[in-house]
Nanobody, 123 residues
């Protein structure tokens, strides 16, 4: 069982930056691939970025490439999403997810999900 808790969301002006964190419980965090997703009001949840258990492989949605960076610290059981050059269209609830298989977490089929953190970007 893995429990995920996101933090770091908030209100930021367009062009600003935020760093989201997702803290995981359990001693097997390093064996899980992790992903960040977001869901805007009235829209489907979409993948933002994902990372393999080792951090070697990362994937990004086209809409965030060059602006967002996913990383992880297995010693701290935490995955991060550094967001720069934020745009109003980045406004959403951001969720992290975990699964032992990177393709599953990247496609939104992760076994474990956090409760989400709100990111609001004002224009």
């Amino acid at each position: 069982q893995v429990q995920l808790v996101e933090s770091g969301g908030g209100l930021v002006q367009a062009g600003g930056s935020l760093r989201l964190s997702c803290a995981a419980s359990g001693r097997t965090f390093s064996s899980y691939a992790m992903g960040w997703f977001r869901q805007a009001p009235g829209k489907e949840r979409r993948s933002v970025a994902s990372i393999s258990w080792s951090g070697t492989n990362t994937y990004y949605a086209d809409s965030v490439k060059g602006r967002f960076t996913i990383s992880r610290d297995n010693a701290k059981n935490t995955v991060y999403l550094q967001m720069h050059s934020l745009k109003p269209e980045d406004t959403a609830v951001y969720y992290c997810a975990a699964d032992r298989l990177l393709p599953r977490v990247a496609s939104g089929l992760g076994d474990y999900w956090g409760q989400g953190t709100q990111v609001t970007v004002s224009s």
